[in-house]
């Protein structure tokens, strides 16, 4: 029998033939693993920036003053009460939260939100178990030594109010000044620790004074910023660290932080007390992905 020392013509296609089909095939599988590997890191990237996002604003909002929540169309445009926006043409959310950290305190809270009517007058509200001095110290802390107790005020439980010109959303200070806003700027009384008067000059004459307050160093904005038109993505950046009640706005902050860049739409809206927010993100980096996460803050 002779020996073979060669491939067959036959032996040779059939072998081009498996390869090539090998290849198409290997090909297509490794293209469809990248892809779906990629997919996977953008959803779960989109995922937990968006969910963290949400999760920040819900946070500051769960200590919002309620009545005083505002949106705008951009910084600088007229503050709009939060029942009646709605849509994505407004850019900008902004609220006063009391100091939930003073409230809290270490063992004890530094500001009680109780008012001792039957020791308290035009001049002086006493504040039962408030310790003015380390609540300052704590908003010194928190404000990067921006801020002290004299830059805070108080508002009232139950109080009404209008939302555009109470707070100082509006920049005229007429009603603050005089004590008939609904923010009441305050410092404490010399020689005391549970004492507030009033930082305007003006007292707490026909003031009607309630039993339980809520205290506030800081307004808060959440801002979409740098949106392009082309791509329809922005930046979504917190602001604090200023007080509308004597006269500051979003301009004015000391502190910021990007919560989240590539935001595609940023939206807000209010039944009754109960505030709804969503915030949708997408990427370019395939092909177009969108992904929107929703919050319901009481």
């Known amino acids: 029998m ?12 059939f072998v081009i033939v498996i390869m090539g089909i090998i290849g198409k095939f290997g090909v297509e599988f490794l293209a469809q693993a990248y892809n779906s590997y990629m997919y996977e890191k953008i959803n779960h990237t989109l995922q937990s920036n968006s969910a963290m996002a949400v999760e920040q604003i819900a946070k500051r909002l769960e200590f919002r003053i309620k ?15 939060i029942s009646e926006a709605s849509g994505q043409n407004y850019k900008v959310l902004e609220w006063i939260g009391y100091d939930n950290e003073g409230f809290r305190g270490v063992t004890t809270p530094f500001w009680s939100g109780i008012i001792d009517l039957d020791n308290s007058n035009a001049a002086v509200l006493t504040s039962p178990s408030t310790d003015t001095d380390t609540e300052n110290n ?17 508002y009232f439980v139950g109080s009404n109010s209008d ?33 507030f008067e009033s930082s305007t000059g003006t ?28 791509t329809h993505m922005g930046t979504l950046t917190l602001y ?25 739409t940023f939206q807000f809206k209010a039944i009754g007390s109960i505030m ?12 177009e992905y969108s992904l929107c996460k929703e919050k319901t803050v009481l």
Request: aromatic share 10%; glycine share 4%.
């Open 276 to 287: 709804k927010i969503q915030v949708c993100t997408k990427s370019n980096l395939l092909e």
């Open 138 to 154: 704590l908003i010194v802390a928190l404000s990067a030594n921006n801020a002290t107790l004299a830059n805070a005020a108080l």
């Open 240 to 264: 604090w660290g200023y007080q509308p009640w004597l006269g500051e706005n979003i301009a004015d902050a000391t502190q910021s932080a990007t919560l989240m860049e590539n935001v595609s």
């Open 67 to 81: 009545d005083s929540v505002i949106a705008r169309i951009n910084t600088t445009s007229s503050p709009v009460a």
């Open 203 to 230: 007292d707490f004459i026909n003031v009607e004074i309630y039993e339980y307050y809520q205290l506030a160093w800081t307004a808060y904005a959440i801002v979409m910023e740098n949106y392009d038109d082309d």
């Open 2 to 13: 002779q020996k073979r020392f060669a491939f067959t013509m036959i032996e040779l296609i």
């Open 163 to 195: 939302v555009k010109t109470d707070y100082g959303w509006d920049g005229n200070l007429t009603k603050i000044d005089a004590q008939q806003g609904a923010m009441h700027p305050i410092q404490a009384v010399a020689g005391t620790t549970d004492q």
